[in-house]
């Protein structure tokens, strides 16, 4: 079990550094057009700027939101976790279903989170917002909420609705981890969420159009 699962990851890695430098940064350039192509953003990151004056209020509730275990879980969960148990899915999926293309969404995933990531922490450092616990001044927006956010956004998209709502769950219960643990205020957590799903959208539309495209040249070399 464990060599197979080698052997997929090292099957995906060369599937991702097989490609030039011109096919990585197109595939990067239609991850991150998909991701604002749909005007709902503008909509979304005025929520978020109108949440800003609720952070304070809502930063009372630190400490108060979840039990310490589980505070714990979903701390560890959004740094990193999140990513070895969506791709966990993937081969464990493929294996059972026997249809070894799927295993393209590892690339997808990896694209995505690692694009996330970037821009997560490139807007951290030009917005420099102290984190409400006084620890640091990179708190806008929250990297675990928009990491486990990407994944959450890639599974629905590709898998449908009965894993992304776990997923999303999953998402939400880090997002609020990170108010209770007093590490980000609310509108940090849903800046970070809306990042996360533009950009897991974005990308996992790139898999599902070459997913369409193979279906249909089959579809045509049938008939």
């Known amino acids: 079990m464990i060599q197979k699962l080698i052997a997929l990851i090292l099957i995906s890695g060369n599937s991702i550094f097989a490609q030039s430098l011109n096919e990585q940064s197109d595939y990067i350039y239609q991850g991150l057009k998909n991701s604002v192509k749909d005007p709902e953003w503008i909509v979304a990151a005025g929520v978020v700027a109108a949440s800003t004056m609720l952070d304070s ?42 249809d070894y293309s799927d295993f393209g969404y590892m690339k997808t995933v990896f694209y995505a989170t690692s694009v996330n990531a970037v821009l997560t922490a490139g807007v951290k450092y030009m917005v420099r917002r102290t984190r409400p616990n006084g620890q640091s001044n990179l708190s806008f927006p929250s990297g675990h909420t928009s990491g486990s956010f990407t994944i959450a956004a890639c599974l629905h998209e590709l898998y449908g609705p009965q894993v992304g709502v776990p997923a999303y769950i999953f998402a939400t219960l880090t997002g609020l981890q990170r108010i209770h643990d007093n590490k980000h205020w609310l509108s940090d957590v849903l800046a970070g969420a809306l990042l996360g799903m533009l950009i897991g959208r974005g990308f996992a539309q790139i898999e599902e159009k070459q997913q369409n495209k193979t279906i249909s040249i089959g579809y045509r070399v049938s008939f």
Do not use: E, R
Not at 73 to 84: A, E, S
């Open 57 to 98: 209020k809502v930063q009372t509730c630190h400490g108060k939101l979840m039990p310490k275990t589980a505070s714990h879980v979903f701390d560890i969960y959004g740094q990193g976790v999140n990513h070895l148990m969506a791709n966990g899915y993937i081969y464990v999926n493929a294996l059972a279903s026997g």
